[in-house]
């Protein structure tokens, strides 16, 4: 059954939607870990220099590329060059890896935000122990897994218009008002402003090679490049938008967010961990975070509400990535919405279920050394996305050239930015993209520490 393919109804509900997408757990949980790895305000020197330069042109060419053949990743690429289509094959699979994994966690942060509402207690004193505890257990982490997964399909079922976009014209005013109040909130805490200064102070003597593959690296994770996403959300995207300009604001949400998640973070570990680590990943949002909760005045509201925004910036990426899937299929399989959305969901839900008991029953299982969740992240995020986006670059420096891409974004307006566009994709990004793909790698086995 061939569809009518759907749209967003202008600029504003893409660049929130498309933001919406980007704002994610990376924002929350990766970015202030990395910002305090590798000395504060450099680190967020750099990442902003190369969001505005890397970030950008690798966005302008996807989004660029969906709306230019109006498909999702697997037929864009077919259709500009069917020898290349194997690079949307490729793509395609790296959301289909992510939403399971993702939604997993996404079902943890959700089981934290109804316990701080119920009441932290065992959660606040407990770190690490309390989180270990729930996900090594079989039944509870599935059930908000399904929670969690189940919501992400309702707001995708509704459609592009009604669901995608609409949902997140609520909920991304929602996530930014209340980063603001816990970043500030974090600030007046006694002894913060130390933490404060060290997160937006540049240490130029703590520039390093590792630093700007740290920086790099992260931009990937947090801007939803090299997965599909910004292909599709660019097919529905109508052709008196401008892209260019778009980019930039889905820059400014994306980055805005990631500062403002290390105001509410850095300093508050400043204050109640005495200037010391900073964990990544789990370690910090179920279990140095709840901690610091505990030694704050008002702290079950805090953790309620920070919980809250983390559920909001999970949901929002999760939607993009099911909608992406549902999208490939749709356009592969030619079936309805509804049918489309039912499978992936279904999918999902027995894919999810191995990364879900991997921490429990399954714990015996290993990858690599990794737990099996551990493992599809690593595939994903630390192999497949730099390989994907390498592929991409020479597709289009190379093969497709720019101009094709170029003369697609100035359908609506003048492009400023061409000329570093051209440069980066063609010259700059290949180089780096390599780089990151074998620091990463080489990082994830403990071969070499990045």
């Not at 179920?286 to 079950?300: H, K």
């Not at 279904?346 to 999810?352: I, R, S």
């Not at 003369?407 to 566009?421: A, H």
């Amino acid at each position: 059954m061939s569809n009518e393919r759907s749209s967003f109804t202008g600029k504003i509900g893409f660049v929130l939607a498309a933001a919406g997408s980007a704002v994610g757990l990376g924002n929350i949980w990766r970015f202030p870990y990395l910002a305090a790895k590798y000395g504060g305000g450099i680190f967020l020197f750099v990442y902003l220099i190369l969001s505005v330069t890397f970030g950008f042109a690798l966005m302008v060419t996807e989004i660029a590329i969906g709306r230019k053949t109006g498909l999702s990743a697997i037929g864009a690429y077919k259709k500009l060059n069917s020898k290349f289509s194997f690079i949307g094959w490729l793509g395609a699979l790296i959301p289909m890896i992510i939403l399971p994994y993702y939604s997993v966690i996404g079902g943890w942060v959700t089981k934290y935000l109804f316990t701080f509402i119920a009441g932290p207690e065992a959660a606040m004193t407990g770190g690490m122990t309390f989180f270990g505890n729930f996900i090594a257990q079989p039944a509870e982490p599935l059930a908000w897994f399904l929670i969690f997964l189940g919501i992400t399909a309702a707001v995708v079922f509704l459609g592009v218009e009604k669901g995608v976009e609409k949902v997140s014209k609520i909920m991304m005013p929602i996530l930014i008002f209340l980063s603001g109040v816990i970043a500030v909130y974090s600030m007046c805490l006694p002894g913060a402003w130390e933490g404060v200064l060290y997160y937006i102070t540049p240490d130029f003597s703590k520039f390093s090679i590792r630093l700007v593959l740290g920086a790099m690296g992260q931009l990937f994770y947090s801007m939803s490049l090299a997965m599909g996403i910004m292909i599709t959300y660019g097919s529905y995207m109508k052709k008196d938008v401008n892209i260019e300009s778009s980019v930039h604001q889905i820059e400014i949400f994306d980055t805005g967010i990631a500062f403002l998640a290390g105001l509410m973070i850095v300093p508050a570990t400043y204050v109640f961990s005495g200037g010391g680590n900073i964990d990544k990943g789990p370690g910090l949002m179920f279990g140095t975070l709840p901690q610091v909760f505990e030694g704050m005045f008002g702290g079950q509201f805090i953790g309620a509400l920070f919980f809250l925004l983390v559920l909001f910036a999970a949901l929002t990426s999760s939607i993009s990535l099911m909608e992406t899937v549902v999208s490939i299929v749709q356009d592969k399989l030619h079936w309805k919405r509804s049918t489309s959305c039912l499978v992936v969901f279904l999918g999902a839900l027995l894919l999810g279920v191995p990364s879900s008991l991997g921490n429990g029953l399954w714990s015996s299982v290993k990858l690599l050394g990794m737990d099996i969740l551990s493992f599809f992240d690593f595939l994903s995020n630390s192999v497949m996305m730099p390989t994907v986006a390498l592929m991409t670059c020479v597709f289009v420096g190379y093969v497709l050239k720019p101009k094709a891409l170029i003369e697609e974004v100035e359908l609506s307006s003048r492009f400023r930015g061409k000329k570093l566009f051209t440069v980066i994709v063609k010259y700059i990004a290949p180089i780096f993209i390599l780089l990151i793909l074998v620091s990463s790698v080489l990082d994830a086995l403990k071969i070499v520490t990045i």
